[in-house]
């Protein structure tokens, strides 16, 4: 009876050892590079000509990205955070001056999604609706066809159900355009191990 629970624990510490051993360690750069190219957590969608991506970006993105160790502070509540480009796939121009060739409406525009647009968008999960604590609008002055937002939720659900980020988009006439994050995909990202 001794030997046979002995054996069971070699068995279980073999198969654990085995398990961790096959487990793909990626450099920062290829977590990166995972995180980017991973579809389901990169969503794309198109109205008009017009490219609505949401991008969801894990806490440690950010520090790989700009080759910085990443360190998990303990006690801290797991936020979400996600940048949104929309993009004009007509023109080469901003997107904003398919509204307005005229500066003083463009002026209003850029206001408004400098300082109001935050109410634009929230995040579904489950039954809780959340509202952003984060938001910060970038344009890049006719540079780039491109306006991003980067967009902060926290969460006090960490892992119950999928996401759902909901942008009410006030300006095209698109309405409200909804980007589902499954739950599994964001747990795959979530147990990535780095070197």
Request: net charge negative; hydrophobic share 35%.
């Amino acid at each position: 009876m001794k030997s046979t629970r002995e054996l069971a624990k070699i068995i279980l510490l073999f198969v654990a050892l085995v398990s961790a051993a096959c487990t793909k360690k990626l450099s920062s750069v290829e977590y990166v590079q995972e995180v980017e190219r991973n579809e389901h957590l990169n969503q794309t969608k198109v109205f008009d000509e017009i490219e609505f991506k949401l991008m969801y970006r894990p806490d440690r993105y950010y520090s790989y990205k700009h080759n910085k160790p990443y360190k998990a502070e303990e006690g801290k509540k797991k936020s979400y955070a996600f940048v949104m480009s929309v993009k004009d796939l007509k023109s080469h121009q901003e997107v904003l001056r398919r509204l307005t060739s005229a500066q003083e409406e463009y002026g209003q525009i850029v206001n408004y999604l400098s300082f109001e647009g935050e109410k634009d968008f929230w995040m579904v999960q489950g039954t809780d609706t959340l509202k952003n604590v984060f938001y910060h609008f970038e344009r890049f002055n006719n540079i780039s066809p491109t306006i991003n937002f980067d967009l902060g939720f926290e969460n006090n659900n960490a892992g119950k159900g999928d996401l759902v980020v909901v942008y009410d988009e006030p300006l095209f006439g698109v309405g409200r355009i909804h980007f589902t994050f499954k739950k599994e995909e964001l747990d795959k990202v979530d147990h990535l191990v780095v070197e």
